[in-house]
């Protein structure tokens, strides 16, 4: 789960231990901006290199230089740095080192000026993710953009390593004329909440599931790897593998990769491939920091909806790991996925406790000075209609009124439409228990239905919980539609 921070000098990184410093080094050496090598590490691994050993893609270390039948990245670094690519495997400093000097490369290829802002990077990160389908390369790339706008934190061992909420604007290029992945919510074809992107022809089997065989298993699986690298490879036509759905760490976002009809690749027997839908997770097996609330909720609803579909009971007969399929080689999802809270959410049982949403139009929940207009052009509205206004050097907040029935940790989503003119770096203040915290949203994207901006501890009480501010660098008009605060 990630920790939302406040953009100031004082807290914009914790700088200790070995790979703080690896990181600081490298940027300096290969003169990338050291947050955004951070965040894309962050986005990769959670800073994990895993002992050396490689993604389901064939990536390696805290910055997954992939080695694989169509991307040699592992060994572009090498080549760059002089050190051999068992280092890279295994040491850790060496594979930031390797990382920077890949997107340092990347940026002379794609003519990156020296003096180029954090916002100008954002095709070189596109590049880096070795996605062959642009869509899925600004998938990437958007992802690393939503952290640094949010902020992160994340572990190293002991060592703790942050990036502050940053106010940028991604300057996408060629990238805006890609499909918006987080657009296509309706093009599922069997679970209307998720996005449809599909696998490679040759990585599963076209099916008439269930008229050629009988769906009665649900599959757990754990990517081994990021969410755009999983969709990315699941694309690659060497890969020979697939699953039905891939779920996002971060927020639980949900991409269809094969139709429910058909028998994807996941499950390593073949008998049970033909007989179950596989669902992957974002993340690695032996680090649970990946494995967040949000995430388990959007799975288990998945889960549930396929159950009620297929007859599939739902008990652990009827849902199991990818270790318990016969013959399994694989020990996913590992032991610190938990069961009785999955099992829990699939049932019914141990859900949201609270939950309210507060629209722009909620009677006497919402208020914003008259500088903010109103809008019926986007049908992504919430509601009726929603509130926009010009980006200004002054606050100026639209504020979201709650009543919070008790103090504790409260997940904050929002909604909005998104269009290209509006606003790349809109700043939402959340009032927290320890002062007023601020995340940066894209709104250009991700719109048209639930996002969450975090997790923050809330005060109990009636009080104006999350504002919108016009108070950025960013461009566009910033948008207030609504908002869900949740427990």
Partial sequence: MLTLVLPTAANATTRTGPLTAAFDQAAETYRVPRDLLVTIAYAETHFDGHAGQPSASGGYGVMHLVSNPTAKVLEKAAGLTGLSKRALRNDSGANVKGGAAVLRAYADELGLPADAGLGAWYPVVAKYSNAADPATARLYADTVYDFLGKGLTGAAGAEQISVAAQNVTAERGAYAEA?????????????????????????YTASSRESSYNIDRVIIHVTQGSYAGTISWFQNPSANVSAHYVIRSSDGAVTQMVRDKDVAWHAGNWSYNTRSIGIEHEGFVDNPSWFTDAMYRSSAALTAYLCNKYGIPKTRTGIIGHNE???????????????????????????TTWSTIVDNATDGRFTASANWGTSTYSTQRHGADYRFADPVAASDAAWFKASIPSSGTYNVEVWYPALPGYNSSAPYIVATSSGNQTVYVDQRSGGGGWRSIGTFSLNAGDYNVVGVSRWTSGTGLVIADAVRISK
């Fill in 179 to 203: 499909q918006d992945l987080t657009a296509m919510a309706a093009m599922s074809p069997d679970y209307p909440p998720a996005a449809w992107v599909a696998a490679n022809s040759g990585n």
């Fill in 325 to 351: 399929v016969p013959g399994a080689t694989h020990t996913d999802p590992g032991r610190y996925w938990d069961w009785n809270k999955y099992m829990q959410y699939v049932t019914g049982g141990g859900g």
